[in-house]
């Protein structure tokens, strides 16, 4: 996968990442590895009937098309899994998946519910807190936080929290939430816990449901109404991009849809842009898209050309000099600046942002920048050949 899901949890631009940057990447192998247009696959469970493997066998192949598609893994990256085997959480499988891109092989633990529908990335390895020294204590808080603070070495400096226990679609299994926190940086991780409070499982995400069809969700959630746009509104093929302004791959996919995508297919393809600021590992991304909103509502021929700027410039902005930058960049594009400075002083519209926000996350989007053609996703900038044939693909399919 590439740049944002990336490091959804740990970017860092150049220089010297903080404490809470520098755990992160010792706490990123799932993301390091999906970077690496890593995915997944699920095969049998030793069935011995022909029925039986033959639902195996579709199992594996449902799997490798999810992951393909929800995590932009390139058809050229061969994916292999090992057998399913028993796992220390009693209503698993576990196995090992490897990727293969021609250059390296990463190896990837995931666990697998019994029913063959829920799947999880385990960041790492699964942990037996009993016998990796593990405070000897019934209180699972008490036993979980000064392990994993010792076993990622945590900075005392940076806060370390967990949230309440609660039920998993992992039937027999707890969940909770790890939190780093070092200022106004906050981040969580997902865990599991076997109900004996013995094992833990630090996983890479979300537990992924094998029944989410996103291309299916994406057409009926994505809304393209009154949202900023370049392009015709009746082109047959329309792209939806969701986007962070301070993250660096989407200034490169941003500037291959404005120099090279939209000028090869003219008025055939309209372009629809969407706010996805990574607020916990970004600081001025939020305030980047209220900005790009306002200036939509005060100007909206200025929006494209204002975000053109931040992207190209975007190296160049800070939590401390973010707001006179964007206002300058806003007023360079044809907004009016005292409108623009009321606006996003105000805030006025940030519910516009956390509508394109909830939007994101209804479907299921990880990283920035993710896009739709006319439904399909494309997670980063995987190839422009690999863009253009999806962009040739929707528009067959609308003649």
Same mark, same amino acid.
């Given at each position: ?64 098309? &999810? %992951?393909?598609?929800?995590?932009? *893994?390139?058809? #050229? $990256? /061969?994916?292999?899994?090992? @057998? !399913?085997? +028993?796992?220390? =959480? ?56 000064? &392990? %994993?603070?010792?076993?990622?070495? *945590?900075?005392? #400096? $940076? /806060?370390?929290?967990?949230? @309440? !226990?609660? +039920?998993?679609? =992992? ?66 093929? #329309? ?161």
């Amino acid at each position: 996968m590439n740049h944002s899901r990336l490091n959804y949890f740990a970017d860092v631009k150049g220089g010297t990442p903080n404490l809470i940057g520098k755990v992160w990447k010792r706490w990123v192998v799932w993301s390091s590895l999906l970077l690496l247009a890593s995915g997944m696959a699920l095969a049998a469970r030793g069935a011995q009937t022909k029925a039986g493997a033959a639902n195996v066998a579709a199992t594996g192949e449902k799997v490798v098309s &999810f %992951v393909r598609e929800h995590f932009g *893994v390139a058809d #050229t $990256v /061969k994916l292999t899994i090992t @057998p !399913l085997r +028993s796992s220390v =959480f009693a209503s698993c499988y576990e196995a090992t998946v490897t990727s293969d891109d021609g250059k390296q092989k990463k190896d990837q633990i995931v666990l697998v519910t019994k029913d063959g529908r829920y799947f999880a990335l385990v960041a790492g390895q699964i942990f037996d807190l009993a016998s990796a020294g593990a405070p000897n204590t019934t209180a699972v808080g008490e036993k979980v936080l000064p &392990f %994993v603070r010792r076993q990622f070495k *945590v900075p005392e #400096t $940076v /806060k370390l929290t967990m949230s @309440p !226990l609660h +039920s998993s679609v =992992f039937p027999r299994t707890y969940e909770a939430t790890l939190t780093l926190e070092q200022g106004k940086q906050k981040r969580d991780w997902p865990a599991l816990l076997s109900r004996d409070g013995r094992y833990l499982a630090v996983m890479g995400a979300e537990v992924f449901d094998l029944n989410f069809d996103v291309r299916r969700e994406a057409l009926k959630t994505i809304t393209t109404h009154n949202q900023p746009s370049q392009g015709p509104a009746n082109a047959p093929v #329309t792209i939806v991009e969701y986007a962070d302004l301070e993250c660096p791959m989407c200034a490169r996919v941003h500037e291959f849809l404005e120099r090279e995508l939209l000028p090869k297919y003219g008025n055939k393809v309209r372009v629809v842009f969407k706010d996805y600021p990574l607020v916990a590992i970004h600081d001025w991304a939020l305030a980047g898209s209220i900005a790009g909103q306002c200036i939509y509502e005060i100007n909206p021929g200025a929006f494209v050309p204002f975000r053109t700027l931040v992207f190209q410039n975007q190296s160049s902005l800070n939590a401390a000099n973010s707001r006179d930058m964007l206002l300058t960049y806003g007023e360079q594009a044809g907004a009016d600046r005292v409108r623009l400075a009321a606006c996003l002083d105000a805030k006025t519209t940030l519910p516009r942002v956390e509508e394109n926000t909830l939007e994101a996350k209804r479907i299921k989007i990880v990283s920035t920048p993710t896009s739709f053609v006319n439904g399909k996703m494309i997670v980063g900038l995987p190839s422009v050949d690999a863009y253009y044939k999806a962009v040739d693909e929707a528009l067959r399919e609308a003649k």
